[in-house]
C-alpha cells in the first residue's frame, strides 16, 4: 500500500528528516508510479536537503501527473523560485540588457525540455516554455540584432515546437552573421534531422567537423544522426570518437548508452547511462540528470536499491558510545538530543570518535554540524579512515563558519592539504546548520555540503578506519554541536 508510506513520507518531512521522507516517498512512487502527490512531497524533501536538481525534477513530475493547476500551486511556486525568480529580477533590473533576456530564456528552454522528457514533445507546458524561451530571444535581438547566438537558440526553440521553417530561418542569419563559427552549422543540422532531412545534416555536422575536428559536440550530434537512421556502427564511432576527446561528459556517455540500446547491449547501455547519472548529478545539469534516470528506468535498472544503513546516532540516548568528560581546556557530551564539543583554548584542533561503532572502508558519511558559539574563523567538521589506536592518523573535512572548507591527511599530527580553505557560497555561515557529507571510494575522497558537491580529492594514505567529529579554533574558544551522523555502505 502505497499510502502508508506517502503520510510517513509526509510525516518525516514535517520533523524535517528529510533522508528518511525520501526512502518512504520514493517506495510509495515504486508501488503507485502514477500518483503525483509522492513526486511532490519527495521534491519538498530534495528542496529541504539542498538537493535543488532532483527537487525540481519530481515537481515537473508531479505537476504532469496531477495536472490540476489550483492544487499544484505550491509545488509550481517552489519550481519558479528554483528557476526562474533570479532571472526575472534581473530582467525587471535591467530591462535593456540583452543577455538579461537571453538567460531567461535559456531557463526557459531548461524547463520545456524537462516537461517534454516527462510527458512528451507537444506537452502544453513544454510549448508555454519553448514560447516564452521565443519571446526573451526576440527581445535579446531587437536589443543586439547582430547577435548571432541568439537567432541560434531560438532556432533551437523552434525546433523544439515542431516550427521548421522558423528554425531554419534562424539559422540562415546565423549562419551569414558568422559564416565560420561551428555551433551555427550544428544547430542547422540539429533542425534538419529533426526534420528526417539526413543527408543535409550530416553535410552540417561534417562542415562543423571540418572547422572544429576537436569539438566534441558536432561528434556526438553526427552520432545521434547516424543513430536516428539506424547505422549503430557509424552512430557508435562518432560517440567514441567524442568521448575520447572529452571522457567527463554526462550527455556523451548518455550517447553512446543510446547506441548501445538500440544496438541490443543492454548491459553495456545500463553502465553509459549510470556514468551520465554520475556525472550529471556532480555538475547538477537538471535535463542529463532526467534523462539518464528516465533510460535507467525504462531498462528496469532505476530506482537502485538503497544504501546499507551501516550506523547512526541521533545522540538523543547518552549511552550511545560517544564518550563524555570536562576539564579546564575542553569539554564533551550529550545535550537536547545533539553531541557537543566545546573547546577553551585556540589554535587548538581536538577530535572525538565512538571506536564502538567499527570501521568503515568504502562508505558514505553525512552528519549535521553547527557553530553554536564562538568567532566565525572558527572550524568544525568530520575525521574518517581514522587509524586505530592512534588518534593522530586521519582524514578530516572541516568547515568554517565565515563560509570556507578544508580537507586535509593527518599523519603523525602533522597536516598535509587536500584541500586548502577555499570559499563556498553553498555553506551557510554563521550559527546556521550545515549538513556535510563525505564519500570514500578507494583512494577517491568526494565532499558536500548542503547538497552540492564541492571536490574529489585523491589519496592512498588511509584505506578504511573509525569516523568521528572534529573541532578547531582559531583565535578564541568555540562550541559546535553535532547531530544525525549515519554511515551508508556504497553498493
Known amino acids: 500500500n502505497d499510502g502508508a508510506y506517502s ?37 519538498t ?74 510527458a512528451g514533445q507537444h506537452h502544453a507546458r513544454a510549448t508555454e516554455a519553448f514560447d516564452l524561451a521565443i519571446a526573451d530571444y526576440a527581445k535579446a535581438i531587437e536589443l543586439e540584432p547582430n547577435n548571432a547566438w541568439r537567432y541560434g537558440q531560438r532556432a533551437w526553440a523552434y525546433t523544439n515546437k515542431g516550427e521548421y521553417d522558423l528554425a531554419l530561418a534562424d539559422c540562415n542569419k546565423a549562419i551569414e552573421l558568422e559564416p565560420n563559427n561551428t555551433a551555427r552549422y550544428t544547430e542547422w543540422g540539429r533542425t534538419y534531422r529533426v526534420m528526417r532531412e539526413y543527408d543535409l545534416a550530416i553535410a552540417d555536422f561534417n562542415k562543423a567537423i571540418e572547422l572544429e575536428p576537436n569539438n566534441t559536440w558536432h561528434y556526438h550530434e553526427l552520432g545521434y544522426t547516424y543513430l536516428a537512421m539506424g547505422e549503430y556502427d557509424l552512430a557508435l564511432a562518432d560517440c567514441n570518437k567524442a568521448l575520447e576527446l572529452e571522457p567527463y561528459s554526462a550527455y556523451l556517455y548518455r550517447g553512446r548508452g543510446d547506441a548501445y540500446r538500440q544496438m541490443g547491449e543492454t ?27 528516465q533510460r535507467l528506468e525504462e531498462l528496469g535498472a532505476w530506482p537502485p536499491p538503497p544504501p546499507e544503513l551501516l550506523y547512526e546516532d541521533d545522540f538523543s540516548n547518552p549511552a550511545s558510545g560517544w564518550s563524555t568528560s570536562s576539564s579546564e ?105 550545515n549538513h556535510l557529507r563525505v564519500v570514500c571510494r578507494g583512494t577517491q575522497i568526494e565532499v558536500y555540503v548542503n547538497g552540492h558537491h564541492l571536490i574529489t580529492v585523491t ?33
Not at 8 to 16: I, M
Not at 83 to 88: P, V
Open 459 to 491: 589519496d592512498d594514505s588511509f584505506a578504511g578506519g573509525y569516523v568521528g567529529m572534529m573541532i578547531h579554533t582559531v583565535r578564541a574558544s568555540a562550541r559546535v554541536a553535532f547531530d544525525n551522523i549515519k554511515v551508508y555502505s556504497l553498493d
Open 267 to 293: 548491459e553495456l547501455a545500463i553502465a553509459d547511462f549510470e556514468k551520465a547519472l554520475e556525472l550529471a548529478q556532480l555538475t547538477q545539469n537538471l535535463i542529463e540528470i532526467q534523462w539518464a534516470q
Open 45 to 118: 524533501a530534495h528542496d529541504g536537503k539542498g538537493e535543488y536538481d532532483l527537487a525540481i525534477i519530481d515537481y515537473v513530475n508531479g505537476i504532469v501527473l496531477l495536472n490540476d493547476p489550483e492544487s499544484t500551486q505550491q509545488a509550481e511556486w517552489s519550481l519558479y523560485n528554483l528557476t526562474l525568480a533570479d532571472w526575472d529580477n534581473a530582467v525587471m533590473q535591467r530591462p535593456n540588457d540583452a543577455n538579461a533576456y537571453s538567460n531567461r530564456g535559456n531557463a526557459y528552454i531548461q524547463i520545456g525540455q524537462l516537461y517534454q522528457s516527462v
Open 7 to 43: 503520510f510517513r513520507g509526509v510525516a518525516y518531512n514535517g520533523k524535517g528528516e528529510y533522508d528518511l521522507a525520501i526512502a518512504d516517498l520514493t517506495k510509495a512512487i515504486e508501488i503507485n508510479p502514477g500518483f503525483g502527490w509522492n513526486y511532490i512531497h519527495r521534491g
Open 329 to 433: 581546556d575542553f569539554e564533551c557530551g550529550y545535550e537536547d538530543g545533539e553531541y557537543y564539543m566545546l573547546c577553551k583554548h585556540s589554535f587548538w584542533a581536538p577530535r572525538n570518535c565512538n571506536w564502538g561503532a567499527g570501521q568503515f572502508t568504502d562508505f558514505a558519511l553525512e552528519i549535521d554540524v553547527r557553530l553554536v558559539s564562538g568567532p566565525n574563523e572558527s572550524g568544525y567538521g568530520v575525521v574518517f579512515r581514522l587509524q586505530p589506536g592512534d588518534a593522530y592518523d586521519f582524514y578530516s573535512l572541516l568547515v568554517w563558519g565565515d563560509g570556507y572548507y578544508q580537507v586535509e591527511t593527518w599523519l603523525n599530527d602533522e597536516r598535509t592539504e587536500l584541500q586548502g580553505k577555499t570559499k563556498s557560497d553553498f555553506i551557510n555561515q554563521g550559527n546556521s546548520t
